[in-house]
């Protein structure tokens, strides 16, 4: 699989239009269909931004490795997200972490004992 496969299966994951796609990375819908079909490669300075707004792991969208406590296929990684925005950033950090998608949810209020 390619790296512009890789950019198609993330946006399609996340449910996002090539539009939305670019406007997450500062670019535009004719860049994120070039990526897609190898026409060009984004920079990395774009992937870096589009971290920001979406989970995946570096090493799996540059070189095809898979991590398998990286969570690609889980369906819905904003409904985790809309759970841990309310929380303490010590909370949100035990949600996530580099690369990775916290595997399982579990209650805010476990959470909010557990970084105390």
């Known amino acids: 699989m390619t790296i512009g496969a890789r950019i198609r299966q993330l946006r399609e994951r996340n449910t996002l239009s090539q539009e939305k796609f670019g406007d997450l990375c500062g670019v535009s819908k004719a860049s994120v269909s070039q990526w897609e079909i190898g026409i060009a490669t984004p920079p ?6 589009l971290r ?3 989970v995946f792991s570096f090493d799996w969208l540059i070189a095809g490795e898979i991590d398998n406590n990286f969570a690609l296929t889980r369906p819905s990684i904003q409904k985790l997200i809309a759970v841990a925005q309310p929380l303490p950033d010590s909370a949100v950090a035990a949600l996530t972490r580099e690369g ?3 595997a399982e949810l579990i209650s805010p ?3 909010l004992k557990d970084t105390k």
Do not use: F, I, S
Request: hydrophobic residues 40%.
């Open 44 to 49: 990395t300075d774009r992937l870096v931004a």
């Open 100 to 102: 990775g998608v916290y």
């Open 52 to 54: 920001e707004h979406l």
């Open 109 to 111: 209020e476990k959470l």
